[in-house]
């Protein structure tokens, strides 16, 4: 399992669709399967060609009697690639199955893993020794357990201890391999490939640290010139001969929903939007409730906002349940902002790991309630292991084929470079069968016009000690996005996406704000120096922008007459006119001053001014368009028309 960040708390054919996942180790260098058997080549770790040498020296082997657990993760029902090719089919334009999707329990009858072989696998399991513990829901996985020794012989692997990634993990030096007939009913095994981590529980998460906006900020793009400081005495110097203005105080769900809904009576109603993140913000309803009744988008009606919460949590000390607060807090009054009407399901994660992750998804897609899902946590790079992409892959091409839109932000940290050292796209975001939604920095007028768009990138400059120019301080952070080195360029990309980079999976798919500079404002209790409580503060990344599409997406489903899109991306592509162009940054919007408390709380301590840059994302240019910051561009109007064919019983039928 791999630790998951959250996206934002920025206070500031199927075989040429995708590299099936059961083959993404097939590039690494490995021993052949043992006669009479299949290898599973997604159990191989793709680290450990490369670092195999490095590590097995300075690691000892996996003590035989030490006991792990595993996943085995069982086969759809007529194989991956015919899901992968339904999926794609029901959300293509075209498609002789376009828009004839699934309910969940269609899906489960035509797709889900048989009883046989479930069967198959933990008799297999049994008779090697192992302990077989449960089966997931509907047959997605067998769960296990036995020492490193009999998980070597069930598996013909070694598994041996490496350090990797600061941690000591137990792994395979080989893919494991299978029975023939066993090996057919499986999918991948997850466990094999793990990390050791500390297990602990608490019943509540407690409030963030407290933050505050500081002033003079703008009620709307460009109404307050940064021409004097606070005082409205000092001068502060201009910035590329351009005096900037003060960066908005935070837009509310009134701006958003003029700048990119115009006048519509569309309000989501009908629909669900689904939310994952880790953990429970116990305050989440009271929060939004506030929040939204002083920014009029409207209370919430009961039941209107509902939770589907896990029987624990853990990993509390690894994956910081305060900030995943915030990013809960932001994610629903963002959707609420966007689809006053529509119904919102927050799905909590046990934890920030890849194996909780990975069931909380199945439960959105398994429940079959939400017609959207807004992701906003991911991989800083796609480090993810081969076995959880192949498990992750299955649940993004169910929710596809049952008419779910799956949304993943794209990012936050630019090319991935000054964050990693390697040039790099984000996963889930590089998944084919989601959306990647990227990012701009957005000026919205005082008539809740787009005054402009552009990338979302920042670099930041201080205010020098004489008050007289701007010291440079670098980049800072910005919308992710390149060219996935896991999956090959989806057919619907072809001809759009520019040819130089046409060799692998391009995000982001589309953008909505994110730079913190023009982002959300939003409330939530938080505890201060003077105490705990409710206050409003400006949040932007990424985050933003994949809530705010769900919500956008939403409306399109109302005036669908409740039925879902399934992938948006070959519709995004395919068709003309649903998204407006992102160009690069021009004068006079080089960017905004912004001034923070030194203490993040009040002014005693003095205030800072800093300008941030916008258009500057590391490597990633902003340019005419489908470009690596803002995808195709920003849904317009035209996106909310959106239509999909009548379900048809004869279609469903022939699946």
């Not at 990634?165 to 499986?186: C, E, F, I, N, R």
């Not at 409330?523 to 206050?535: H, L």
């Not at 948006?568 to 998204?579: C, D, E, H, W």
Request: neutral net charge; glycine residues 10%.
């Amino acid at each position: 399992m791999h630790l998951r960040s959250r996206r934002a708390r920025l206070l500031v054919a199927a075989s040429t669709l995708l590299v099936p996942a059961s083959l993404l180790a097939t590039v690494q260098t490995a021993s052949a399967a043992p006669t009479g058997t299949v290898a599973i080549t997604s159990t191989l770790p793709r680290w450990l060609p490369k670092t195999k040498a490095r590590v097995a020296a300075a690691a000892p082997d996996a003590k035989a009697d030490k006991t792990l657990s595993v996943k085995v993760f069982l086969t759809p029902k007529g194989g991956s690639d015919a899901l992968a090719k339904a999926a794609l089919a029901v959300s293509t334009p075209g498609s002789a199955g376009y828009g004839q999707f699934l309910t969940a329990d269609q899906f489960h009858a035509s797709y889900a893993p048989t009883a046989a072989s479930e069967q198959a696998v933990r008799s297999y399991l049994a008779g090697k020794g192992l302990t077989v513990s449960g089966t997931a829901p509907f047959r997605r996985y067998v769960t296990a357990s036995g020492t490193v020794a009999q998980l070597d012989k069930a598996f013909n692997v070694e598994l041996k201890s490496f350090s990797h990634l600061g941690q000591k993990v137990v792994a395979p030096t080989t893919a494991a391999a299978l029975p023939a007939k066993v090996a057919s009913a499986v999918l991948t095994v997850d466990g094999l490939d793990t990390t050791q981590v500390k297990m602990s529980r608490h019943a509540a998460t407690e409030p963030p640290a407290g933050f505050k906006n500081a002033r003079p900020c703008s009620r709307y793009y460009g109404q307050v010139a940064a021409s004097k400081q606070a005082d409205f005495k000092t001068p502060l110097p201009q910035f590329k001969d351009t005096t900037l203005s003060y960066a908005p105080c935070g837009y509310t769900g009134p701006q958003y929903r003029a700048a990119y809904e115009g006048d519509t009576s569309l309000t989501g109603a009908g629909t669900t939007v689904a939310i994952t993140d880790a953990y429970r913000w116990q305050l989440i309803a009271s929060d939004a409730e506030k929040y939204a009744a002083q920014h009029g988008d409207g209370s919430y009606a009961p039941g209107q906002l509902t939770e589907n919460l896990p029987a624990s949590y853990n990993n509390e000390d690894l994956c910081d349940p305060s900030g995943w607060s915030g990013e809960e807090t932001l994610d629903v009054e963002a959707v609420h902002a966007m689809a006053p009407g529509a119904n919102i399901r927050y799905y909590a994660s046990s934890s920030c790991f890849d194996d909780d992750f990975l069931d909380t998804l199945a439960r959105v897609t398994d429940e079959g309630v939400a017609q959207v899902v807004s992701n906003s946590w991911g991989d800083a790079g796609e480090v993810t292991s081969s076995d959880a992409v192949a498990a992750y892959e299955s649940v993004f091409q169910q929710a596809a084929l049952q008419g779910i839109s799956v949304l993943f932000s794209s990012g936050d940290n630019g090319d991935e470079v000054a964050n990693t050292g390697l040039k790099q796209a984000d996963y889930p975001a590089t998944e084919p069968f989601v959306t990647a939604v990227g990012g701009t920095a957005t000026g919205i007028g005082a008539d809740g016009s787009r005054v402009f768009d552009t990338g979302w990138g920042t670099r930041t400059y201080s205010l020098a000690k004489d008050d007289k120019s701007w010291t440079p301080g670098g980049y800072l952070y910005g919308a992710g996005g390149g060219v996935s080195s896991l999956f090959n360029q989806p057919s619907y990309q072809r001809g759009v996406v520019a040819s130089q980079l046409a060799n692998g999976r391009a995000v982001p798919d589309v953008a909505m704000d994110a730079d913190p500079q023009t982002g959300m404002l939003i409330g939530q209790t938080q505890k201060f120096s003077d105490g705990t409580y409710y206050s409003e503060y400006r949040i932007g990344g990424t985050s933003l922008a994949s809530p705010l599409l769900a919500g956008m997406t939403a409306l399109a489903v109302q005036n669908n007459q409740g039925r879902g899109f399934g992938l948006l991306n070959p519709v995004i592509y395919k068709k003309s006119g649903l998204v407006d162009d992102v160009l690069p940054v021009k004068a006079p919007n080089w960017g905004v001053v912004r001034v923070n408390y030194v203490n993040s709380e009040n002014a005693d301590d003095g205030l800072s001014y800093i300008v941030r840059t916008f258009g500057q994302d590391a490597s990633l240019p902003t340019s005419k368009g489908w470009d690596q910051v803002t995808g195709r561009g920003v849904p317009n109007t035209s996106f909310l028309k959106l239509t999909t064919p009548a379900p048809t019983t004869a279609a469903v039928a022939k699946r």
